[in-house]
């Protein structure tokens, strides 16, 4: 058991949504459902920043009861639902609709709202109405706020609500018409790339409108080292600054697109094999707030288009603990930086833990205290599996790991005091 204190072996008892007690070992009450976790890691379920669940809008490729059944496979209890849906989650009716849809679905969801009506990039969306219904995290995700005077107002907004602004970090101008690391593999294959500097001039953009406002900014899904490298320095020098990694973005570098196949065809793209062991090397050290899925469904027939026509985005629910069991060493894996980076880092971002007093979710990224809401996985690292995308829980196939051999595995995940997975299974 991962607790905040340390490691130890003892028995948790769960009872009324709660951890009901906690000792080395419990009698099992009568009627209880014993869960064995003899070897594995039991800590808190997993929490993640980013999710793309595609409701409203896109359910051929997800909806938030499918995409809430691939992430409690995943370990975990919380997803954060991403808001460039059609529409876009710009509003506190729309927030109320994915927060009714996510109180039926098997792991909570909670939302993310657009910091621009529509997502266009211009005008502020009430951000204020969306805060009040439990929005902690408002972002364009899918793209960056180009504008910076509008970036800059959406940052003094957000101060002053307590909530902090995600920044998908790329330059429209500067990546226009890519789809690929711009670099001299992109121009062997004769592909339009993304420049890296495309992301990193948002990020530094962002790191001095956050210390110029005081905001809370949180960066999505970075993919290079200099990226990293501006964000640690923006943490020592005080700025409120964090960060989350994406599995595809530390396990597959640009060579995974010299096939042209779209399944490698991610925003921001996979880059050079050394910004890859830059975020492996940053996630080790401790220097990564959260590693966050940007689950991507998307339906089969559009990954059939061309490389350069193919939507961007791949899926991740499902593999992201065992992808982040491996960068983090696999046996040498220390499990406290691995519930850091999945479970607490995320859930102080999103600001869903028990001390956070979240008004529509709570508990997660606990300490495994007794008193605590029940959202709990049991991680096996001993596990050895194969991906195989038609064993997927989502409505979509589009995985880059098909077949690739996996180590550990989640084998119970407990949401909201439920047993939604049990020997790696739904209930
Ligand atoms: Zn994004």
């Known amino acids: 058991m991962i607790g905040k204190d340390g490691v130890e072996q ?13 000792a080395p070992s419990l009698g099992v009450p009568v009627g209880a459902h014993v869960v064995d976790a003899t070897g594995c890691w039991v800590g ?26 691939a992430a409690a496979i995943g370990g975990y209890s919380l997803v954060v639902a991403m808001a460039n849906t059609e529409p876009a989650i710009d509003s506190a ?11 039926r679905a098997r792991v909570e969801v909670a939302v993310a709202g657009a910091i621009t009506v529509g997502r266009r990039g211009e005008s502020l969306a009430p951000m204020a109405e969306m805060a009040a219904r439990g929005v902690r995290l408002f972002s364009d995700d899918g793209d960056g706020v180009q504008d910076p005077a509008v970036m800059r107002r959406a940052m003094l907004y957000a101060a002053g609500l307590g909530v902090r602004v995600a920044e998908h970090c790329e330059d429209a101008r500067l990546v226009a018409g890519g789809s690929m690391n711009e670099g001299a593999l992109s121009s062997r294959l004769g592909l339009v790339g993304r420049p890296a500097m495309g992301e990193e001039l948002m990020v530094l953009r962002d790191i001095e409108l956050a210390r110029w406002t005081g905001a809370a900014i949180h960066f ?11 964000v640690v320095a923006a943490r020592r020098e005080g700025v409120n600054v964090t960060c989350e990694v994406a599995p595809h973005h530390f396990t597959l570098d640009e060579s995974a697109c010299a096939d042209f196949d779209p399944l490698y065809k991610v925003n921001p793209p996979l880059r050079r094999a050394q910004d890859v062991a830059a975020l492996r090397a940053a996630l080790v050290r401790g220097e ?5 899925t940007d689950h991507a469904p998307h339906p089969p027939e559009s ?50 833990r028990h001390e956070d007093f979240y008004p529509r979710h709570g508990g997660h990224g606990g300490a495994l205290h007794v008193g605590e809401d029940a959202n709990l996985v049991v991680f096996d690292p001993s ?15 589009n995985t880059p790991y098909h077949g690739r051999a ?22």
Do not use: N
């Not at 990564?288 to 966050?292: P, T, Y």
């Not at 961007?312 to 980076?341: I, K, M, N, W």
């Not at 050895?384 to 196939?397: A, I, Q, T, Y």
């Open 10 to 22: 003892a028995d948790l008892l769960v009872r009324e949504g709660v951890v009901a007690d906690r």
């Open 44 to 69: 808190p379920a997993f929490v993640d920043l980013h999710a793309h669940l595609r409701e409203p809008g896109g359910e051929a490729a997800e909806t938030i009861e499918s995409g809430a059944r």
């Open 93 to 103: 009716a729309l927030v109320e609709y994915v927060l009714s849809r996510g109180s």
């Open 220 to 230: 999505l899904h970075l993919s290079t080292a200099r990226s990293l490298a501006m």
């Open 288 to 292: 990564v707030d959260a590693v966050a």
């Open 303 to 352: 990954k059939d288009l061309p490389f350069d026509e193919a939507p961007a985005g791949v899926l991740g629910l499902e593999h992201a603990a065992a992808l982040t069991y491996e960068a983090l060493g696999s046996e040498q894996c220390d499990p406290h930086r691995f519930f850091d980076v999945l479970s607490r880092g995320p859930a102080r971002v999103a600001r869903v």
């Open 383 to 397: 596990s050895r599996w194969v991906v195989d995308r038609d064993d997927l829980h989502g409505r979509s196939r």
């Open 406 to 427: 996996m180590r550990g595995r989640v084998r119970a995940t407990i949401a909201r005091g439920v047993l939604v997975v049990d020997e790696g299974e739904l209930t």
